[in-house]
């Protein structure tokens, strides 16, 4: 079954939400020119709230590797998600402590899909150029490039997500401008709807 990240949590009560709702991974955008900007803190309390169950994952864009370390042990992430044309070594030395999803954007795959086959720890994850921008991928034009167990981003939502699972196949999918009320805000009914549309592809 398709995995399922909502990203972008803000508030507490979106993570517990999230969570009940089925969500396997929330994410907590620590990259400042977000919209969705969360503190450390509420992150850490974010995942105390909701439990074993979801992962907690780190979203950081073009950000000094010891911002990055710092901030996701100040967060008690589970996992970082790494965003920008960041070296090969950075994203080796953030798998040193946490799983990665590392983002590619379709025109990088050709170059940095295989330098991340089979490592261990570090799975790829296909976004649109502007990250949390609300804009789909061409999944038809992607099939044949798109990494095995690799996840899918980029404009996902409770309308499109299973005709993207039938294209491609991810081993997960994520999502934010779609179910939110407002920048840093979920719509509880798009975060159900997209949970159940994902988890029934
Ligand atoms: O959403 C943001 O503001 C953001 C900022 C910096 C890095 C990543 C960000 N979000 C990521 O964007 C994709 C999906 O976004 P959308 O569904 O197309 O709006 C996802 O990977 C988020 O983690």
């Known amino acids: 079954m398709t995995r399922v990240k909502v990203c972008g949590i803000t508030i507490v009560n979106d993570a517990v939400l999230s969570a009940e709702a089925g969500a396997d991974a929330l994410g907590f955008i620590f990259a400042p020119v977000s919209r969705r900007l969360v503190s450390p803190a509420v992150a850490r309390q974010a995942g105390l709230s909701v439990g074993p169950g979801p992962a907690r994952v780190g979203v950081f864009m073009n950000q000094a590797l010891d911002e990055v370390l710092r901030t996701a042990e ?3 992430v589970s996992a970082v998600q790494v965003h920008g044309p960041v070296s090969s070594l950075y994203v080796q030395a953030i798998s040193g402590y946490y799983p ?8 990088d795959l050709a170059a940095e899909a295989d330098v991340w086959t089979d490592v261990p720890g570090v ?30 981003a980029g404009g996902l939502g409770p309308a499109n997500v299973a005709e993207a699972i039938r294209h ?23 975060v159900q709807a997209f949970i159940r549309a994902a988890k029934t592809a």
């Open 74 to 76: 100040a967060a008690r």
């Open 100 to 107: 990665v999803l590392r983002v590619l954007r379709p025109a």
């Open 123 to 152: 799975t790829l994850m296909l976004d649109a150029p502007e990250p949390g921008g609300g804009i789909p991928l061409d999944w038809a034009a992607l099939k044949a490039a798109f990494p095995r167990g690799a996840w899918l």
């Open 168 to 190: 491609l196949r991810p081993a997960g999918v994520d999502a934010v401008s779609r179910l939110e009320a407002q920048a840093g805000v979920k719509e509880p009914a798009a």
